[in-house]
């Protein structure tokens, strides 16, 4: 049971480039979310999918897209890297996003870093 | 919307010796929660504690403790018996029933257990 898994781990893209990060979660939650850490901050929301087939913004969803592949996965894209999208990202995942009570378990992050 | 607020960028604590770490929040929501999320070297984010808005009663996970104040709306985390493996950032978050699942969090306190 590997819990939520990201890849990659690190990455480093020049002005312009995209690329897509991938989660998977093994643990049969229904719900999946993106988030970034910049530096000394805490953690914000970019995209949340609920359940297998919808996605939803969160607080900073300008300049990324996302895509729930199926129950399990959960990609997220940069169509056109900024050096402002420099970040720690995360995935988390937990039961059900009605549940308010439920637990996000959160992946290792990936560092990308924008030149 | 909400905010949290971490009012202490770093703090220190000798091996077994206990320590508190402030938090405080701002919402007009009756029915929220609050969690405390422990953030190693490793990057990986790790459920703490978590505290139900409308449960008077402090929760408590093993040497972990949380003092919720609703009135002032404060919502501290003291760690018993420090140990080298707590030395870690610590980020305050905050869920509301209204906030599709979003985890709003604080900008973190980063607590280094000296032996």
């Known amino acids: 049971n590997a819990g939520v898994t990201q890849t990659p781990k690190f990455q480093v893209l020049k002005t312009g480039q995209s690329m897509t990060l991938q989660c998977a979660q093994d643990m049969n939650h229904n719900s999946m979310y993106w988030y970034r850490q910049d530096p000394g901050m805490g953690l914000r929301l970019i995209y949340y999918s609920a359940s297998e087939g919808t996605t939803d913004k969160g607080e900073v969803p300008n300049g990324y897209n996302v895509s729930r592949l199926n129950k399990r996965e959960f990609s997220l894209r940069l169509e056109s890297a900024a050096p402002s999208q420099t970040s720690v990202y995360f995935c988390a995942s937990s039961v059900w996003a009605g549940r308010t009570t439920d637990t996000q378990y959160f992946g290792p992050g990936t560092r990308l870093t924008v030149l | 919307a909400q905010t949290v607020t971490q009012s202490q960028p770093e703090m220190s604590v000798q091996e077994a010796e206990t320590v508190t770490l402030s938090c405080t929040y701002d919402?007009?929501?009756?029915?929220?929660?609050l969690f405390w999320y422990k953030q190693p070297p490793s990057r990986q984010m790790i459920l703490v504690i978590r505290?139900?808005?409308?449960?008077?009663q402090n929760a408590t996970e093993n040497r972990f403790s949380v003092n919720f104040q609703k009135a002032a709306k404060s919502f501290s985390l003291k760690i018993s018996d420090s140990q080298l493996g707590d030395t870690a950032m610590y980020f305050c978050a905050f869920m509301t029933d209204n906030a599709g699942n979003m985890l709003t969090f604080g900008g973190g306190t980063r607590l280094m257990v000296k032996p």
């Open positions: 919402t007009s929501e009756n029915n929220y929660y």
């Open positions: 505290q139900e808005a409308y449960k008077q």
